[in-house]
């Protein structure tokens, strides 16, 4: 199973960036997928954004536009940008990785966006 430990989460005005990290323990190179879940307490998972190995992309309608996700094959982290930011985005975020029938999750980062 990939580990995977997440940074850059915080407390951020609304209309502010942050820059969200996932490192694994393996190379990403050959991990299919790898994206984003957020959670708010008392609700379920759902999916923020996902990138393909092959470098296909998909968003949450209530991000596009806004966020961004990359793979940097040469730090091996996969990296969600988050602009303009809104008070609804605040949730703990979670990064996964599918590597052939498993998934693995990070611990999660709280992201707060609050004036």
């Known amino acids: 199973q990939v580990q995977l430990v997440e940074s850059g989460g915080g407390l951020v005005q609304p209309g502010g960036s942050l820059r969200l990290a996932c490192a694994a323990s393996?190379?990403?190179?050959?991990?299919?997928?790898m994206g984003w879940y957020r959670q708010i307490p008392g609700n379920q998972r759902e999916l923020v954004a996902a990138?393909?190995?092959?470098?296909?992309?998909n968003y949450a309608d209530s991000v596009k536009d806004r966020f961004t996700i990359s793979r940097d094959y040469i730090k091996n982290i996969v990296v969600l940008q988050m602009d303009s930011l809104k008070p609804e985005d605040t949730a703990v975020y979670f990064c996964?990785?599918?590597?052939?029938?498993?998934?693995?999750w990070g611990q999660g980062t709280q992201v707060t966006v609050s004036s």
């Open positions: 990138v393909s190995s092959s470098g296909d992309t």
């Open positions: 996964f990785a599918d590597s052939g029938s498993l998934r693995s």
């Open positions: 393996e190379f990403i190179y050959g991990i299919n997928h």
